[in-house]
């Protein structure tokens, strides 16, 4: 099964958010394979940003990151890679579509709420990256009400 990682960043925690998003992920048909509250070390942080460290906002992307916990998910399910990043929205929030989080709920790029993988192979090395512990599999009785 496709896994993605999904992040609600320190603003979207502090801002009582984690329930909306998870809501969406679990209304859209998605599975929950794992879930975390993490306060997050600048050292993980790197690791996880390592794309970006040469970018003019890798400082402050790293204050707010490191600014309170995260909450960190896995969610499973057909495409959830590419679909993740659309129900997240653009990573500016005002080129973020309504109906999308970010569209909904933010307007800073650098408060955007929010993290999804951008492809499988990222998937997985976040995933690793942030649950240490085995991810078990879990089949689901709905599963014939959501896949045909
Ligand atoms: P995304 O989070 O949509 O995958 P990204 O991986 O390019 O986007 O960047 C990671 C985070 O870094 C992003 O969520 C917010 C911040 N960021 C990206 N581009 C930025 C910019 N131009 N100015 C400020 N922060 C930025
Ligand atoms: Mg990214």
Redesign the pocket.
């Known amino acids: 099964m496709e896994r993605t990682y999904i992040m609600v960043?320190p603003d979207g925690v502090e801002r009582g958010l984690v329930g909306d998003i998870i809501a969406r992920f679990e209304r859209k048909g998605y599975q929950l394979l794992a879930l975390r509250l993490i306060h997050p070390t600048r050292e993980l942080l790197e690791e996880h940003?390592a794309?970006?460290k040469s970018?003019?906002?890798?400082p402050?992307?790293m204050t707010?990151m490191t600014s309170g916990p995260v909450v960190g998910m896995v969610w499973g399910g057909k495409e959830v890679v590419k679909t993740g990043?659309v129900m997240?929205g653009?990573?500016?929030p005002l080129a973020s579509a309504p109906g999308t989080i970010?569209g909904d709920f933010c307007i800073?790029?650098?408060r955007?709420l929010?993290?999804?993988?951008?492809s499988v192979e990222s998937a997985e090395r976040e995933i690793a990256l942030w649950f240490k512990e085995e991810i078990k599999a879990h089949k689901r009785t709905i599963e014939p009400l959501i896949y045909e």
């Open positions: 960043k940003y794309d970006l970018k003019p906002f890798f402050s992307l707010y990043r997240l653009a990573t500016n970010r800073d790029v650098g955007n929010c993290h999804g993988s951008d």
